[in-house]
């Protein structure tokens, strides 16, 4: 049973949505603020991992282990980590509110 109809915001008889007029606008963003995605928790827990270990292991006398200088490195590398994919998140997105 096909019906043909003008209107575009009825469903096809195949089931599938038909896109909506070019008037609507969809009044949220396409990607969440920082501090509501998973992505924050996991850089803020990696980073305290990396400090806390470099606070517990004790570089020895031979030079091997773990030192503050090292994981204050590491922490930078998670941070420049951080802001390149939450800059490739938000690079595609746009705001019309602006």
């Known amino acids: 049973m096909t ?6 915001n009825h469903l096809t008889s195949d089931s ?7 008037g609507d606008r969809r009044l949220t963003r ?5 501090f509501k995605t998973t992505e ?7 980073v305290l991992g990396v400090l806390i270990a470099s606070l517990v292991v ?11 200088y ?3 490195f590491l922490a930078t590398v998670l ?13 595609g997105s746009h705001d019309d509110t602006r």
């Open 40 to 46: 924050l928790i996991v850089y803020v827990l990696s």
């Open 79 to 91: 941070t420049i980590g951080y802001l390149i994919s939450r800059g490739l998140a938000k690079s």
């Open 58 to 68: 004790d570089v020895n006398d031979d030079g091997q282990g773990f030192s503050a």
């Open 3 to 8: 019906t043909s109809t003008t209107d575009h």
């Open 30 to 34: 396409e990607t969440k603020p920082s």
């Open 16 to 22: 599938r949505a038909v896109a909506s007029r070019d």
């Open 70 to 72: 090292q994981g204050w």
